[in-house]
């Protein structure tokens, strides 16, 4: 957090701190769509969607060109595969991979997988979508809240970089683990936007105050008539929150 008497931090600035979904159905939507927001250093979100697609290939070119990728792989198996395709994923030149973070044996396979590449990895505690019923017919009797922050330790404990969690529960995250974690949140909805498929939502100012690191964002920004301008707004919004 910055001090008061620090500047706002610039569009460009703040614009670090997006992630910016592509979630298309093909390679060359995406590539024209990425496109459109060249002017901006958002990072670029490649998620199972268009993995599927080709968008491995997509992941390549768009890190030979120095862009900053978040692999949305939410990786989840046996420690000896997650441990190869994490390592895999390292040589795709990706800032960013995501691991399931339910149980220590997978998150320790993929910091053995990801070496010393510095690609940084993120546990997912629980998805955006899941809400406490969703944990009920799962057999699970905690709340969302103390089942994030459990996971959420489990990562720091293995030398993750950060946590994928919601809005709601960041500020929990970081009065309990303080700066040892990145916070990654989706769920992210300017005011006035549909939450789609998500349970547990915020606004970009809410989610930065409580004390999010990074910001993914999709149909806001990829749905927008005007993308550019919808990306920049957001920026805007991230740098005013966090000074």
Do not use: C, W
């Amino acid at each position: 957090m910055m001090a008061a008497t620090d500047p706002m931090p610039s569009p460009m600035d703040a614009a670090r701190r997006l992630i910016v979904a592509l979630d298309f159905a093909a390679p060359d939507d995406a590539q024209r769509f990425a496109a459109r927001l060249e002017a901006l250093p958002v990072i670029y979100k490649i998620g199972l969607e268009l993995i599927y697609a080709g968008g491995l290939t997509l992941a390549r070119d768009l890190a030979a060109k120095g862009r900053s990728l978040f692999l949305d792989a939410k990786l989840l198996d046996i420690p000896n595969t997650v441990e190869r395709a994490a390592a895999s994923a390292s040589q795709f030149g990706v800032s960013f991979l995501t691991v399931h973070g339910q149980d220590r044996k997978t998150l320790d396979a993929a910091v053995r997988g990801r070496g010393d590449s510095g690609m940084k990895l993120l546990a997912i505690t629980v998805l955006t979508s899941t809400d406490t019923a969703d944990l009920r017919e799962q057999g699970i009797s905690t709340s969302t809240e103390a089942l994030v922050l459990r996971r959420a330790q489990l990562a720091a404990d293995a030398g993750f970089d950060g946590v994928v969690a919601s809005p709601r529960e960041a500020a929990a995250i970081r009065q309990a683990l303080g700066a040892k974690l990145l916070i990654v949140t989706p769920g992210i909805r300017p005011s006035g936007a549909a939450a789609g498929d998500q349970a547990r939502i915020a606004t970009p100012a809410e989610a930065i105050r409580a004390g999010a690191d990074y910001l993914v964002v999709g149909r806001p920004i990829t749905a927008a008539t005007d993308p550019l301008a919808a990306a920049t707004a957001i920026a805007e919004e991230i740098g005013g929150a966090a000074s």
